[in-house]
């Protein structure tokens, strides 16, 4: 299970040396740990992964701290590229939900068309933008701004600075000095996530070097998993506070760990089952079954029981597409309707018939059809999943080694031919 975990985060691209370090701690904790009844050793396991992970990237929500004497100043720091003129804008359109008046300073006076990039932002959101075209010292153009906020009654003023290419002492000089001069309460760095391993060094020479409050990861609507985010945090030990999830300038909101948690982990659907289940499921009877068909094969009153249980947990459509591999069997079709009919099917047989579906010839088909409300087709449908599921069952006691090996030894035709 910690191999599988090492390998999620290695191809979510986290730092190799935190992922060391983090499934060590993993295997101290693990050790020697109850297994709780609700679960397997296993899912023991991604369950201490997960809430570990879960702290290690904040535990909760980390928000922006405003000043109860506004104007609250926010400067943006990063390299070129890492999306911080468009994340301006998001972050006033978020904060003018909450109710605040954002003013928008354009402090990047280096490179072509950044100041008209950021006015355009703020004509697209209809918020007011700073600049000063005549002047390249931008400890004066943000003071002016604040100036000119709080004539405007403006709460918050959000700071565009510049980026490069690369890190470089001019850079971070002109940042020290806006810091030392403007006094920001929050010094947000916003990294693109797509970089990987990357975004380690430029968090922590920024962390060093400049200082910061928080951090934005953007561009998390591409292939990237979110490594980045498990690196930075662990190396600058600040919280991240966004998270830009697409191109709009509606696409940013505040940074929830445990979602990023599921994401980096590529687990979070069997996360969302184990949750469903520990919810749900009556385990005492859970574990009576799993001993019944041990001992023989399933039969339709087990069958009824199971399809209780699972109802419990939502549809069985949604429930399909969290399991690791079904996806890859597009012909399988579930319609949830079909489940009040299969109960009236099952509770219209004998106890016999349940026991034994070689029972139900002809006669008694018709039998169940006129008790169930349903029709001799139903039936012979009905019985010919159950008898492919009864099929699956045997394999899966065979073929003991995980989903994956017993999705391999399943046909794909079978599956095809599956309809509940």
């Known amino acids: 299970m910690l191999r599988e975990v090492k390998l999620a985060l290695l191809e979510a691209d986290v730092n190799y040396k935190i992922v060391k370090e983090f499934i060590n701690t993993i295997q101290e904790k693990a050790l020697g740990q109850d297994v709780l009844k609700s679960l397997t050793p296993g899912q023991q396991v991604v369950k201490i992964v997960k809430d570990e992970m879960i702290e290690l990237l904040g535990g909760t929500e980390s928000r922006v701290n405003f000043t109860p004497n506004p104007p609250t100043i926010i400067m943006l720091v990063g390299l070129q590229g890492s999306g911080k003129t468009t994340t301006c804008g998001k972050l006033a359109n978020l904060f003018r939900k909450q109710g605040k008046k954002p003013l928008l300073v354009a402090c990047d006076v280096y490179r072509p068309a950044a100041i008209k990039q950021l006015q355009v932002?703020?004509?697209?959101?209809?918020?007011?933008?700073?600049?000063?075209?005549?002047?390249?010292?931008?400890?004066?153009?943000?003071?002016q701004a604040v100036n000119v906020a709080i004539s405007k009654?403006?709460?918050?003023?959000?700071l565009d600075t510049a980026g490069r290419l690369h890190i470089d002492e001019e850079l971070m000089d002109e940042l020290k000095r806006l810091k030392t001069n403007v006094k920001p309460h929050e010094i947000l760095l916003v990294v693109d996530s797509m970089t990987g391993q990357d975004a380690v060094n430029v968090a922590q020479k920024f962390s060093e070097t400049v200082g910061i409050d928080g951090v934005i990861l953007t561009k998390l609507d591409g292939d990237t998993r979110g490594g980045a985010a498990l690196?930075?945090?662990?190396?600058?030990?600040?919280?991240?506070?966004?998270?830009?999830?697409?191109?709009?300038?509606?696409?940013?909101?505040?940074f929830h760990p445990d979602r990023m948690t599921s994401r980096i982990l590529g687990m979070g659907d069997i996360l969302s089952v184990i949750e469903k289940a520990e919810e749900n499921f009556d385990l005492e009877q859970a574990e009576k079954l799993e001993k019944q068909l041990k001992k023989k094969e399933l039969d339709l009153d087990d069958y009824l029981?199971?399809?209780?249980?699972?109802?419990?947990?939502?549809?069985?459509?949604?429930?399909?597409?969290?399991?690791?591999?079904?996806?890859?069997?597009?012909?399988?079709?579930?319609?949830?309707?079909?489940?009040?009919?299969?109960?009236?099917?099952?509770?219209?047989?004998?106890k016999q018939e349940k026991r034994n579906t070689k029972l139900l010839n002809a006669s008694r088909r018709q039998r169940i059809a006129k008790g169930s409300g349903t029709s001799v087709q139903d039936i012979n449908k009905f019985i010919k999943s159950f008898e492919m599921t009864q099929k699956m069952m045997k394999q899966m006691q065979q073929n003991k080694g995980?989903?994956?090996?017993?999705?391999?030894?399943?046909?794909?035709?079978?599956?095809?031919?599956?309809?509940?």
């Open 231 to 254: 690196s930075v945090k662990k190396v600058t030990g600040k919280p991240i506070k966004f998270a830009a999830t697409g191109e709009k300038l509606s696409d940013i909101e505040i």
């Open 121 to 143: 932002v703020g004509a697209q959101l209809n918020i007011p933008v700073y600049s000063n075209e005549n002047s390249k010292d931008v400890v004066h153009i943000a003071k």
């Open 402 to 420: 995980g989903m994956k090996k017993l999705m391999s030894k399943i046909n794909p035709k079978d599956l095809k031919n599956l309809k509940i």
């Open 305 to 350: 029981l199971q399809i209780k249980q699972i109802k419990k947990m939502g549809s069985f459509s949604s429930l399909l597409k969290l399991i690791p591999g079904m996806n890859q069997f597009k012909d399988i079709k579930v319609d949830d309707k079909e489940f009040e009919k299969i109960e009236a099917i099952i509770c219209s047989m004998t």
């Open 153 to 158: 009654l403006n709460d918050v003023i959000i």
